[in-house]
Protein backbone atom coordinates (compact mmCIF):
# COMPACT_ATOMS: atom_id res chain seq x y z
CA UNK A 1 0.00 0.00 0.00
CA UNK A 2 1.22 3.38 -1.10
CA UNK A 3 1.26 5.71 1.39
CA UNK A 4 0.22 9.53 1.03
CA UNK A 5 0.39 12.93 2.78
CA UNK A 6 -3.43 11.70 3.65
CA UNK A 7 -1.80 8.54 5.73
CA UNK A 8 -3.98 7.87 8.82
CA UNK A 9 -1.62 6.57 11.38
CA UNK A 10 -1.60 4.60 14.28
CA UNK A 11 0.38 2.22 16.61
CA UNK A 12 0.99 0.34 19.60
CA UNK A 13 3.32 1.72 22.62
CA UNK A 14 4.92 -1.50 24.85
CA UNK A 15 8.15 -1.88 26.42
CA UNK A 16 9.25 -4.08 25.29
CA UNK A 17 7.46 -4.18 21.70
CA UNK A 18 8.62 -6.25 19.22
CA UNK A 19 6.94 -9.46 20.04
CA UNK A 20 3.36 -7.64 19.35
CA UNK A 21 1.52 -9.17 16.60
CA UNK A 22 -0.55 -6.23 16.62
CA UNK A 23 1.22 -4.66 13.71
CA UNK A 24 0.57 -7.49 11.39
CA UNK A 25 -3.20 -7.82 12.47
CA UNK A 26 -3.56 -4.13 11.73
CA UNK A 27 -1.80 -4.44 8.58
CA UNK A 28 -3.60 -7.36 7.29
CA UNK A 29 -6.90 -5.31 7.68
CA UNK A 30 -4.85 -2.11 5.68
CA UNK A 31 -4.07 -4.15 3.06
CA UNK A 32 -7.45 -6.20 2.69
CA UNK A 33 -9.63 -2.68 2.65
CA UNK A 34 -7.18 -0.61 0.57
CA UNK A 35 -7.16 1.78 3.14
CA UNK A 36 -4.51 4.86 3.28
CA UNK A 37 -2.97 3.94 6.61
CA UNK A 38 -0.22 2.48 8.99
CA UNK A 39 0.44 0.51 12.11
CA UNK A 40 3.51 0.93 13.73
CA UNK A 41 5.03 -0.52 16.71
CA UNK A 42 6.36 2.33 19.49
CA UNK A 43 9.01 1.15 21.86
CA UNK A 44 8.28 3.27 24.48
CA UNK A 45 10.08 3.16 27.72
CA UNK A 46 7.69 3.81 31.11
CA UNK A 47 10.09 6.98 31.95
CA UNK A 48 8.99 8.87 28.58
CA UNK A 49 5.34 7.22 28.43
CA UNK A 50 3.56 10.56 28.99
CA UNK A 51 5.69 12.67 26.85
CA UNK A 52 5.22 10.05 24.16
CA UNK A 53 0.93 9.59 24.53
CA UNK A 54 0.94 13.60 24.34
CA UNK A 55 2.81 13.69 21.24
CA UNK A 56 0.74 11.46 19.52
CA UNK A 57 -1.60 14.23 18.12
CA UNK A 58 1.34 16.58 17.38
CA UNK A 59 2.63 13.82 14.98
CA UNK A 60 -0.78 13.49 13.62
CA UNK A 61 -1.43 10.18 15.02
CA UNK A 62 -5.01 9.29 15.46
CA UNK A 63 -4.24 6.42 18.43
CA UNK A 64 -2.64 3.75 19.53
CA UNK A 65 -3.07 0.36 21.26
CA UNK A 66 -1.27 0.25 24.85
CA UNK A 67 0.51 -2.54 26.05
CA UNK A 68 2.40 -3.79 29.27
CA UNK A 69 3.41 -1.69 31.26
CA UNK A 70 2.00 0.86 30.06
CA UNK A 71 -1.72 0.23 30.24
CA UNK A 72 -2.34 1.71 33.93
CA UNK A 73 -0.48 4.87 32.98
CA UNK A 74 -2.90 5.19 29.89
CA UNK A 75 -5.79 5.11 32.20
CA UNK A 76 -4.53 7.82 34.44
CA UNK A 77 -3.10 10.22 31.89
CA UNK A 78 -6.30 10.31 29.15
CA UNK A 79 -8.62 12.99 29.14
CA UNK A 80 -11.60 10.92 29.09
CA UNK A 81 -12.36 7.14 30.22
CA UNK A 82 -14.91 5.16 29.71
CA UNK A 83 -17.19 2.81 31.56
CA UNK A 84 -15.29 -0.12 30.81
CA UNK A 85 -11.84 1.10 31.11
CA UNK A 86 -12.61 2.27 34.79
CA UNK A 87 -14.15 -0.63 35.85
CA UNK A 88 -11.06 -2.91 34.40
CA UNK A 89 -8.80 -0.29 36.06
CA UNK A 90 -6.60 -0.08 32.60
CA UNK A 91 -6.95 1.20 28.87
CA UNK A 92 -5.24 -0.55 25.70
CA UNK A 93 -7.24 1.79 23.13
CA UNK A 94 -5.97 5.53 22.93
CA UNK A 95 -8.24 7.72 20.07
CA UNK A 96 -7.04 11.19 19.73
CA UNK A 97 -10.18 13.44 19.12
CA UNK A 98 -9.74 16.35 16.52
CA UNK A 99 -9.13 18.93 19.54
CA UNK A 100 -6.15 16.86 20.57
CA UNK A 101 -7.11 15.10 23.49
CA UNK A 102 -7.22 11.45 24.50
CA UNK A 103 -10.38 9.43 24.83
CA UNK A 104 -9.53 5.47 26.16
CA UNK A 105 -11.65 2.73 26.49
CA UNK A 106 -10.12 -1.16 27.38
CA UNK A 107 -11.08 -3.69 24.32
CA UNK A 108 -9.95 -6.49 25.99
CA UNK A 109 -13.97 -7.77 27.48
CA UNK A 110 -15.07 -6.84 24.22
CA UNK A 111 -12.66 -9.05 22.21
CA UNK A 112 -13.02 -11.75 25.51
CA UNK A 113 -16.72 -12.22 25.03
CA UNK A 114 -16.83 -11.54 21.12
CA UNK A 115 -14.61 -14.50 20.93
CA UNK A 116 -16.30 -16.63 22.81
CA UNK A 117 -19.53 -15.96 21.04
CA UNK A 118 -18.00 -16.86 17.70
CA UNK A 119 -16.44 -20.06 19.26
CA UNK A 120 -18.97 -21.38 21.33
CA UNK A 121 -22.14 -20.14 19.93
CA UNK A 122 -25.04 -20.67 22.86
CA UNK A 123 -22.68 -21.26 25.33
CA UNK A 124 -24.33 -21.88 28.80
CA UNK A 125 -24.24 -18.26 30.42
CA UNK A 126 -26.61 -19.16 32.91
CA UNK A 127 -24.19 -21.15 35.14
CA UNK A 128 -21.06 -20.33 37.03
CA UNK A 129 -17.79 -19.70 35.51
CA UNK A 130 -14.47 -20.53 36.80
CA UNK A 131 -11.70 -17.94 36.38
CA UNK A 132 -7.91 -19.00 37.03
CA UNK A 133 -5.52 -16.08 37.57
CA UNK A 134 -6.00 -12.85 38.96
CA UNK A 135 -3.80 -10.84 36.78
CA UNK A 136 -4.77 -7.57 34.65
CA UNK A 137 -6.12 -9.91 31.89
CA UNK A 138 -8.83 -11.56 34.31
CA UNK A 139 -10.53 -7.82 35.72
CA UNK A 140 -11.44 -8.03 31.40
CA UNK A 141 -12.72 -11.41 31.54
CA UNK A 142 -15.10 -10.53 34.96
CA UNK A 143 -16.13 -7.28 33.51
CA UNK A 144 -17.20 -9.06 30.06
CA UNK A 145 -18.44 -12.44 32.07
CA UNK A 146 -20.79 -10.18 34.58
CA UNK A 147 -22.35 -8.07 32.07
CA UNK A 148 -22.85 -11.49 29.93
CA UNK A 149 -25.04 -12.21 32.62
CA UNK A 150 -22.77 -14.77 33.85
CA UNK A 151 -24.28 -15.53 37.84
CA UNK A 152 -21.30 -16.72 39.65
CA UNK A 153 -17.57 -16.27 38.68
CA UNK A 154 -15.32 -18.68 41.22
CA UNK A 155 -11.91 -17.27 40.86
CA UNK A 156 -9.27 -19.18 41.91
CA UNK A 157 -5.41 -18.29 42.31
CA UNK A 158 -1.95 -19.54 43.12
CA UNK A 159 -1.89 -16.61 45.53
CA UNK A 160 -5.12 -16.71 47.02
CA UNK A 161 -5.02 -13.18 48.63
CA UNK A 162 -5.11 -11.56 45.05
CA UNK A 163 -8.25 -13.71 44.51
CA UNK A 164 -9.76 -12.51 47.66
CA UNK A 165 -8.43 -8.98 46.61
CA UNK A 166 -10.34 -9.23 43.30
CA UNK A 167 -13.28 -10.86 44.21
CA UNK A 168 -13.62 -7.96 47.17
CA UNK A 169 -13.77 -5.12 44.42
CA UNK A 170 -16.10 -6.80 42.08
CA UNK A 171 -18.90 -7.82 44.78
CA UNK A 172 -20.68 -10.91 45.77
CA UNK A 173 -20.96 -12.30 42.13
CA UNK A 174 -17.52 -13.08 42.28
CA UNK A 175 -15.93 -15.81 44.99
CA UNK A 176 -12.48 -16.59 45.59
CA UNK A 177 -11.31 -20.14 45.55
CA UNK A 178 -8.31 -22.01 47.21
CA UNK A 179 -6.06 -22.99 44.30
CA UNK A 180 -6.09 -26.58 45.75
CA UNK A 181 -9.87 -26.21 45.22
CA UNK A 182 -9.51 -25.27 41.57
CA UNK A 183 -11.00 -28.81 40.28
CA UNK A 184 -13.75 -29.36 42.35
CA UNK A 185 -15.05 -25.48 41.62
CA UNK A 186 -15.89 -27.06 38.26
CA UNK A 187 -18.69 -28.39 39.53
CA UNK A 188 -21.95 -27.03 38.42
CA UNK A 189 -19.73 -24.74 36.16
CA UNK A 190 -20.80 -23.53 32.33
CA UNK A 191 -17.60 -22.02 31.66
CA UNK A 192 -13.56 -22.93 32.62
CA UNK A 193 -11.09 -19.66 31.57
CA UNK A 194 -7.73 -20.01 31.87
CA UNK A 195 -6.22 -16.22 32.80
CA UNK A 196 -2.69 -17.16 33.57
CA UNK A 197 0.58 -17.65 31.59
CA UNK A 198 0.44 -21.56 32.83
CA UNK A 199 0.83 -23.52 29.86
CA UNK A 200 2.10 -21.22 27.68
CA UNK A 201 5.43 -21.90 26.03
CA UNK A 202 8.46 -21.19 28.78
CA UNK A 203 6.18 -21.31 31.54
CA UNK A 204 5.38 -24.18 33.87
CA UNK A 205 2.26 -26.26 32.86
CA UNK A 206 -1.33 -25.67 33.99
CA UNK A 207 -2.65 -28.84 35.81
CA UNK A 208 -6.61 -28.80 36.67
CA UNK A 209 -8.31 -32.57 36.36
CA UNK A 210 -11.66 -31.16 34.26
CA UNK A 211 -13.91 -34.33 35.65
CA UNK A 212 -16.36 -32.19 36.95
CA UNK A 213 -17.38 -30.52 34.14
CA UNK A 214 -20.22 -30.87 32.30
CA UNK A 215 -20.66 -32.31 28.56
CA UNK A 216 -21.84 -28.61 27.45
CA UNK A 217 -19.56 -26.99 29.01
CA UNK A 218 -16.48 -24.67 27.05
CA UNK A 219 -13.34 -24.43 27.99
CA UNK A 220 -11.35 -21.11 27.08
CA UNK A 221 -7.54 -20.53 27.45
CA UNK A 222 -6.10 -16.90 26.90
CA UNK A 223 -3.07 -18.41 26.09
CA UNK A 224 -2.43 -18.33 22.23
CA UNK A 225 1.22 -19.20 22.29
CA UNK A 226 0.72 -22.53 21.61
CA UNK A 227 -2.23 -22.43 19.88
CA UNK A 228 -3.43 -25.52 21.12
CA UNK A 229 -2.34 -25.80 25.16
CA UNK A 230 -2.43 -29.02 26.92
CA UNK A 231 -5.72 -27.82 28.63
CA UNK A 232 -7.39 -27.58 25.31
CA UNK A 233 -6.42 -30.43 24.00
CA UNK A 234 -7.49 -32.65 27.51
CA UNK A 235 -10.93 -30.83 26.89
CA UNK A 236 -11.15 -31.52 23.30
CA UNK A 237 -10.17 -35.23 24.06
CA UNK A 238 -13.27 -35.22 26.54
CA UNK A 239 -15.79 -33.80 23.75
CA UNK A 240 -15.94 -30.50 25.50
CA UNK A 241 -16.08 -27.30 23.10
CA UNK A 242 -12.79 -25.21 23.06
CA UNK A 243 -12.06 -21.45 22.20
CA UNK A 244 -8.17 -20.32 22.08
CA UNK A 245 -6.91 -16.95 23.11
CA UNK A 246 -5.95 -15.90 19.34
CA UNK A 247 -9.33 -15.19 18.24
CA UNK A 248 -9.71 -12.45 21.68
CA UNK A 249 -6.41 -10.67 20.04
CA UNK A 250 -8.18 -10.41 16.63
CA UNK A 251 -11.65 -9.33 18.18
CA UNK A 252 -10.46 -7.13 20.98
CA UNK A 253 -8.63 -4.65 17.72
CA UNK A 254 -11.91 -4.05 16.07
CA UNK A 255 -12.81 -1.35 17.85
CA UNK A 256 -9.95 0.42 17.60
CA UNK A 257 -9.32 -0.39 13.94
CA UNK A 258 -12.62 1.17 13.32
CA UNK A 259 -12.08 4.36 15.23
CA UNK A 260 -8.84 4.78 13.63
CA UNK A 261 -9.14 3.90 9.88
CA UNK A 262 -13.02 4.93 9.57
CA UNK A 263 -13.86 0.80 8.48
CA UNK A 264 -15.60 -1.76 10.57
CA UNK A 265 -12.99 -4.72 10.24
CA UNK A 266 -14.22 -8.33 10.18
CA UNK A 267 -12.25 -11.31 11.58
CA UNK A 268 -12.44 -14.14 9.13
CA UNK A 269 -10.56 -17.70 8.39
CA UNK A 270 -7.76 -15.94 6.45
CA UNK A 271 -7.17 -13.99 9.07
CA UNK A 272 -7.14 -15.78 11.98
CA UNK A 273 -4.81 -18.20 9.53
CA UNK A 274 -2.27 -15.24 8.96
CA UNK A 275 -2.26 -14.88 12.48
CA UNK A 276 -1.40 -18.27 13.56
CA UNK A 277 1.32 -18.36 11.56
CA UNK A 278 4.37 -19.77 13.76
CA UNK A 279 2.04 -20.29 16.89
Given at each position: MTL???????????????????????????????????????????????????????????????????KEAALAL??????????????NTVVVRDDGSLAVTNTDAFGFIENLKARALGWPNDRPA???????????????????GVPQIRITNRTLDRARALADAFGKDVLAVAWDER?????????????????????????????????????????YVPLQTALLQAAAARHLRCVDGLGMLLHQARPGFAAWFGREPEVTGPLYAYLAEGL
Open positions: TGRTRLAGVMGWPVAHSRSPRLHGFWLQAYGIDGAYVPLAVAPDRFETALRGLAALGFRGCNVTLPHADEADDVARRIGAAVLLGAGGASRAVIVALLDAAAALEGAGLLVNGTQLGMAGQPPLEIALDALAGDAVVYDLV
